[in-house]
């Protein structure tokens, strides 16, 4: 059996932050393949280098050096002016943040992600309520952020990212600002809208309860990412 094509591959991608003073090398070499419908967790301790490998994952942020391929265009090689067209064609984000546009209401946030995509205005609204249908918000969308709880924004902001069926969505700590409960809830919500759309995620978490739902789970440590081993077992006293 051949597996299918990496919806994203990344060779040997470092990145140094050279603004400040002192340098700073936040990622170290990373290689990694995602395949499509694969979840990754992403654990490790603060100032890890997380949130830059998301982003440069994301295009947000480009590679000091090293190789990446979002389903077979290399992005590290791509001009600056392209990156939006990757992200937008590309990508969904979730926000620890939520990120939501205060003015728009629920539905109106998650129509503009398809109407940047070009779909016009009756239609995008349309996919939106049913994706906020699917998220649990049928009964909230007029509202506005300010009047939602953080949960309801976190389940906004997921429509968000899965309405246009991006084939990668990244997560950067999308239960960080949410109680255990409900962070529960959007982490399992994420995992099955994902299998849906057969689209590969990583979440980046300081929650332990993800290596449950994910199928894959790393951890960063100063700027390398190692795998771990879901299945090695303790050796118990006999
Ligand atoms: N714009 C920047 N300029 C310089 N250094 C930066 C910049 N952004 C991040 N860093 C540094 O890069 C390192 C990695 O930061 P990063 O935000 O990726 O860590 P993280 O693993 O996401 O941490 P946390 O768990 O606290 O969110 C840190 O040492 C940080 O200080
Ligand atoms: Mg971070």
């Given amino acids: 059996m051949t597996l299918p094509e990496p ?11 050279t603004e400040e003073r002192v340098p700073v090398e936040a990622v170290r070499g990373v290689s990694l393949e995602v395949r499509p419908g694969e979840i990754l967790g992403i654990m490790g301790p603060s100032g890890s280098g997380k949130t830059t490998l ?6 947000i942020l480009r590679p000091t050096s090293g190789e990446m391929w979002i389903r077979g265009r290399n992005t590290a090689r791509l001009p600056e002016r392209k990156l939006p067209v ?6 969904g984000f979730v926000f620890q943040s939520f990120n939501l546009f205060p003015a728009l209401s629920a539905l109106e946030n ?3 992600a398809l109407r940047i995509r070009g779909m016009a205005g009756r239609e995008a609204r349309a996919h939106a ?4 249908t699917k998220v649990g918000l049928s009964d909230r969308l007029r509202f506005l952020p300010k ?3 953080g949960g309801q924004k976190q389940r ?4 968000r990212a899965i309405v246009a069926r991006p084939p990668l969505i990244l997560a950067d700590e999308p239960t960080g600002s949410l109680d255990s409960e409900n962070g529960r809830q959007v982490l399992a919500l994420l995992r099955s809208l994902a299998r849906e759309n057969g689209s590969a995620v990583a979440i980046v978490t300081h929650d332990h309860r993800v290596s449950e739902l994910v199928d894959r ?4 440590e100063d700027g390398r990412l190692a795998e771990q081993h879901a299945n090695h077992e303790e050796v118990r006293p006999s």
């Fill in 147 to 149: 009047d939602l709880s």
């Fill in 129 to 132: 309520e049913e994706a906020l």
């Fill in 110 to 112: 998650v129509a503009l």
């Fill in 54 to 59: 998301l982003s440069i994952m994301g295009c």
């Fill in 217 to 220: 789970l790393f951890r960063m």
């Fill in 7 to 17: 919806v994203l591959k990344l060779e040997n991608v470092r990145k140094v932050y």
């Fill in 156 to 159: 906004v902001s997921l429509a």
């Fill in 86 to 91: 990757v992200r937008r064609e590309e990508i």
